[in-house]
């Protein structure tokens, strides 16, 4: 059984997921990149469904015979911004149905409601799972968003801050003329202190607004810690921050970077660029395998303190000094 694959405006497409059912047997193949997909299956009839990030998912039925069969498919893209339950394509994809991904036409982010990984549990629910650009698969482990922390973190283990907890993972919006999805919990390490994370996608938008608001009761200020922490898991991963170029220090050895602009980022052979784009001073820690932001600030009972920054997910690595 063989095929193609194309967006029915663009042309060929490259990196769609084709898995093929028939009985208990599954067959996952991904297009190349001119859309050619193969799989030798024995005769019978099959399900196929193909899944592409950009693009509305396909399923069709097919019987195979002696004799090869071709099934070519025009893939319509994503019109608007929604909120599904659809699985990320990639080997390294996490996310489950029970779990809620933001998709428009050039992005599908996955945000975990039910799924924990083992590196996060038991605090993986309002977190970042997988996410890929159109075109492309997902390479990422996870993205820590938010975490919190007393004192600074350091060492090897800096990025395992486990302490923000979701007790409600919900679709606020769910498109077309925007996708919005909230995580609402507290940090536990701090009495009083509610933390609320908003996700927002907009129709054709290359990037995922993130907004995380810190509400404390009480009567005295708390100064913490609190950043996030990107682990891209795909071949080649390595961590790129502004002023500061590629990084591939391995794990056990950690250095702080002082950004020269307002973002980090990680990206592997694939050259599919995770950005983290932040509104204020940060600073960058880590090593070619993850990196992290850091910032203090002193949150005031009865006024809020909002992080706002915004998750670019591209192809385009030239922006962030990659060729």
């Known amino acids: 059984m063989r095929g193609r694959r194309a967006d029915g405006s663009t042309g060929p497409l490259a990196n769609a997921e084709v898995l093929v059912i028939g009985g208990t047997t599954r067959l996952t193949t991904t297009t190349a990149a001119d859309g050619e997909w193969l799989a030798f299956v024995p005769p019978g009839e ?3 469904e193909v899944n592409a990030v950009g693009h509305d998912p396909v399923t069709r039925t097919v019987t195979v015979a002696a004799d090869p069969v071709r099934l070519d498919l025009a893939l319509t893209a994503v019109a608007g911004a929604r909120v599904s339950h659809r699985r990320v394509p990639g080997a390294r994809s996490e996310a489950k149905a029970t779990d809620l991904v933001l998709e428009n036409d050039r992005l599908a982010l996955a945000v975990a409601v039910t799924t924990q990984d083992g590196q996060l549990n038991p605090v993986t629910p309002g977190k970042v799972l997988d996410g890929a650009t159109v075109g492309q698969l997902d390479q990422l482990d996870w993205i820590n968003l938010p975490w919190i922390s007393t004192t600074l973190p350091a060492g ?4 395992q801050i486990r302490t ?5 993972v919900d679709a606020v919006e769910s498109g077309p003329e925007r996708a919005v999805v909230e995580a609402t919990g507290v940090c536990t390490t701090v009495p009083g202190l509610a933390v609320t994370t908003r996700y927002t996608l907009e129709p054709g938008a290359d990037h995922v607004q993130l907004d995380t608001t810190l509400a404390l009761t009480g009567d005295a200020p708390v ?5 996030d922490a990107l682990d891209h898991d795909g071949a080649g991963q390595r961590s790129v921050v502004a002023g500061h170029g590629v990084i591939t220090t391995p794990y056990a050895e950690q250095h702080s970077y002082v950004p020269a602009g307002d973002w980090m980022a990680m990206t592997g052979t694939d050259r599919q660029v995770y950005a983290v784009h932040y509104e204020g001073d940060f600073e960058a ?4 395998n993850w990196i992290q932001s850091r910032q203090q600030v002193t949150v005031t009972p009865g006024s809020p303190t909002v992080l706002r920054r915004r998750l670019v997910i591209t192809g385009d690595g030239r922006p962030y000094g990659l060729a």
């Open 223 to 227: 100064t913490l810690w609190l950043g």
């Open 285 to 288: 820690y880590g090593n070619g």
């Open 46 to 48: 099959w399900q196929v």
């Open 164 to 168: 923000v907890r979701a007790d409600r």
């Open 156 to 159: 090897p283990e800096a990025w």
